[in-house]
């Protein structure tokens, strides 16, 4: 369903147009009330009336994870915090968190783009949506709480954890649609089966995840495992939260609200403007958030851009599923691998449960020298003859190294060995750190 035709398929000259004044005005807002970007911009030797095509939006900086950091809490911040009405936080563990103030117009304008989302997602009022994102200074839970009740669907905020009184509340409210990370849906199922439970005898038909990377396979196994559609959503803490862009119903890329956030994709390594098509590092820049506008945020994230119309009529560009972080990416002896890939071969291969953990002997920040891969198997395969665990290494280990390029050991390990999140699913681990990772039922 498209909520906002007027916006959604405006004609790509007309949202240039509309990109571009927006530009122009957060430029100039950031330069007059952010004394980090106005110094930036001065160092650049670049003034807001330097801004008169999309195309000069290379001639501003970059803002990083480490910007947000050196400013916290509220060195970026655009508006006094009398006109901020909320406040949330990244989930990271170390260093200073990233914090994301909103004003009452960010929360409108949050709610309104999340709504967009689900509704693009296929959601409509009529459904009855389980939130298990968490809730709190997480932005996901509240994200996507606001959307389903702008939208006029009914919402069950369940937030994460407690997954037995999950299934219970899904069967007994008649949940239609879930929403959490893509590991905790298959753990749902997983702890579904467990209690004789079938999800696909409930009235769940829809799946909205993200959070973190999946792979196309995944998508196939959540959908397989709980008969459901399985929609990918992307959104990030610094930027708004959920609702950046999200698939609709073709599943062909992940549409961009483009009225509220600018895109490009440059070379991680050189930070040069890569054409659509090209793949390279998402770079985002707010044009309507107010309290903590963002000029040109390095995402991390890999993926690529594609301009050609939607079967679905959305005139947006589309990006394409995250294939990594370059800040995740482990160099194996002078192989690029990332998480993603392993990913796709182990969910390919028939006896293996999605649920894998990347041990690695680390020589500096991005380099190892050793791959180690565990690997959970089905109970069919566990309580089979050896044979059969020999025959399924091997094979893993064929796939892997076509794939990838380089060998890599595979250890089969028991049913439910590796521990499961509730929230995202952390996939490498150095082994020095194995023992006291908390990641290995013991």
């Not at 007027?6 to 950031?30: F, G, I, N, S, Y």
């Not at 689900?118 to 994200?143: E, I, K, P, W």
């Not at 920040?365 to 050896?386: A, C, G, N, P, R």
């Amino acid at each position: 369903m498209i909520r906002d035709p007027e916006h959604e398929k405006m004609p790509r000259k007309q949202l240039e147009k509309l990109q571009l004044e927006r530009l122009q005005a957060k430029v100039k807002d950031v330069y007059e009330k952010v004394p980090f970007y106005r110094r930036v911009l001065k160092e650049k030797g670049v003034t807001p009336d330097d801004i008169k095509t999309l195309a000069d939006l290379k001639k501003l900086p970059f803002t990083s994870k480490l910007d947000f950091r050196d400013n916290y809490p509220y060195g970026l911040m655009a508006v006094p915090l009398e006109k901020v009405v909320r406040i949330h936080s990244s989930s990271g563990t170390t260093g200073k968190p990233i914090v994301a103030p909103y004003t009452e117009g960010d929360i409108d304008m949050w709610s309104e783009v999340m709504a967009r989302t689900l509704a693009s997602a296929g959601m409509t009022r009529h459904d009855v949506m389980q939130n298990a994102y968490g809730y709190g200074l997480f932005t996901g839970g509240l994200g996507f709480h606001y959307g389903c009740e702008r939208l006029g669907a009914a919402v069950i905020p369940t937030s994460g954890g407690n997954t037995k009184r999950q299934i219970i509340l899904l069967q007994d409210l008649g949940t239609t649609v879930i929403t959490c990370t893509p590991t905790y849906a298959l753990i749902l199922n997983e702890t579904a089966k467990e209690m004789g439970v079938d999800l696909r005898e409930t009235k769940l038909r829809l799946g909205i995840h993200g959070a973190e990377p999946w792979s196309e396979q995944m998508r196939k196994d959540i959908e397989e495992r709980l008969h459901i559609s399985a929609i990918n959503v992307y959104g990030l803490t610094e930027v708004i939260g959920p609702g950046v862009s999200v698939e609709c119903e073709h599943k062909c890329g992940m549409h961009i609200w483009e009225d509220h956030f600018l895109v490009e994709i440059i070379d991680p390594k050189t930070g040069e403007p890569l054409p659509y098509g090209k793949e390279g590092e998402l770079i985002i820049t707010t044009l309507t958030k107010e309290a903590q506008p963002v000029i040109r945020f390095r995402t991390r994230d890999i993926t690529s851009l594609n301009v050609e119309p939607c079967k679905c009529g959305r005139t947006m560009v589309r990006m394409a599923r995250i294939t990594g972080r370059s800040d995740d990416m482990l160099v194996v002896r002078g192989v690029n691998v990332f998480p993603s890939q392993i990913e796709s071969v182990l969910l390919e291969v028939e006896g293996v449960e999605p649920h894998y953990l990347i041990v690695i002997d680390r020589r500096d920040v991005f380099s190892t020298e050793d791959l180690e891969i565990w690997v959970e198997v089905s109970e069919e395969v566990f309580s089979d003859e050896m044979q059969k665990m020999e025959r399924l290494e091997k094979k893993l280990r064929s796939e892997m190294e076509s794939v990838l390029g380089i060998s890599a050991r595979i250890k089969l390990v028991e049913p439910r060995t590796i521990v499961r999140t509730e929230g995202k699913a952390k996939r490498v681990v150095d082994r020095k750190e194995l023992p006291s990772s908390g990641l290995i039922t013991k």
